[in-house]
């Protein structure tokens, strides 16, 4: 059977990119393989030079903005504040997608994009606790009134 295990990306800088994750995401190295690591949450590192051993030679091309890392973090707000204060190339600022959810996009040291956002359980309980009703919630997002509903139990 067929296990996805791991996205990898190939990077110019390894130690400059494990200390990039740690600071802006707070994720840290659980396995180090020399010229490639493993950080929490899945996420390998490889060299640029190895990768391209690997690839026998052929071209890389990074920075093609066809596809992200995305997370999610539970306290947003406190995420976001904590970007003003480290240099960060962004994509856009934080922005509200049709559904509610709150995203933030940027770039990793090598161009990368990455994506974090809020759980959209925690969408559900802003609006919740902003006056509006379990189907109110529903409709504003396009999911499930049972959804919500367990959202809120």
């Not at 400059?16 to 929490?40: C, E, H, P, Q, W």
Request: include cysteine.
């Amino acid at each position: 059977m067929m296990n996805f295990k791991n996205p990898l990306l190939a990077v110019t800088d390894l130690a400059a990119s494990i200390d990039f994750y740690k600071r802006v995401l707070g994720l840290r190295v659980i396995m180090d393989f020399g010229a490639n690591v493993t950080l929490t949450g899945g996420v390998c590192l490889q060299t640029m030079d190895t990768w391209r051993e690997f690839l026998e030679g052929k071209r890389v091309f990074p920075a093609g903005n066809a596809g992200e890392l995305y997370f999610e973090e539970g306290d947003f707000d406190a995420f976001v504040e904590k970007l003003e204060g480290l240099e960060i190339e962004y994509i856009h600022p934080v922005k509200e997608h049709r559904w509610g959810q709150r995203v933030v996009r940027f770039y990793d040291l090598d161009r990368h994009i990455i994506e974090v956002g809020e759980p959209m359980e925690a969408v559900m309980h802003r609006f919740l606790r902003g006056g509006m009703t379990p189907e109110q919630v529903a409709a504003r997002m396009d999911v499930p009134l049972e959804l919500v509903k367990s959202c809120i139990n």
